[in-house]
């Protein structure tokens, strides 16, 4: 089992910056990659970013490229979202997720994939 914790969310104005973070405990940190959703009331969640065991594979989504950056830190076991030029379209609940992977290859997108996820954090972006 690999508990999940978010923190960082809040109420921000647009074109601000904020930075989430994910800790993990419970299993190995670097056998998992690390994604980020999020989801806006009323839709599906979707993928924002993802990044392998060592973060040398990154994906982030169209809609965030250039404004956001996954990273993570093995030795604190913690994944960080830096987001910048926030938009109100920005706004919802993000995710901490962990993909347990054995073998590498591609970053997966679809929350079907993750097999540990976080309570979330809201992020809010007013205009």
């Known amino acids: 089992q690999v508990q999940l914790v978010e923190s960082g969310g809040g109420l921000v104005q647009a074109g601000s910056s904020l930075r989430l973070s994910c800790v993990a405990s419970?299993?190995?940190?670097?056998?998992?990659?690390m994604g980020w959703f999020r989801r806006e009331p009323g839709k599906e969640r979707e993928f924002v970013a993802g990044i392998s065991w060592t973060g040398s594979r990154i994906d982030m989504a169209n809609s965030v490229k250039g404004r956001f950056t996954i990273s993570r830190n093995n030795a604190y076991n913690v994944v960080y979202l830096q987001m910048n030029s926030l938009k109100p379209e920005d706004t919802a609940v993000y995710y901490c997720a962990a993909e347990y992977r054995s073998g590498g290859g591609a970053i997966a997108t679809s929350p079907g994939e993750y097999n540990y996820w976080g309570q979330g954090t809201q992020v809010t972006v007013s205009s």
């Open positions: 419970g299993r190995t940190f670097t056998d998992y990659y």
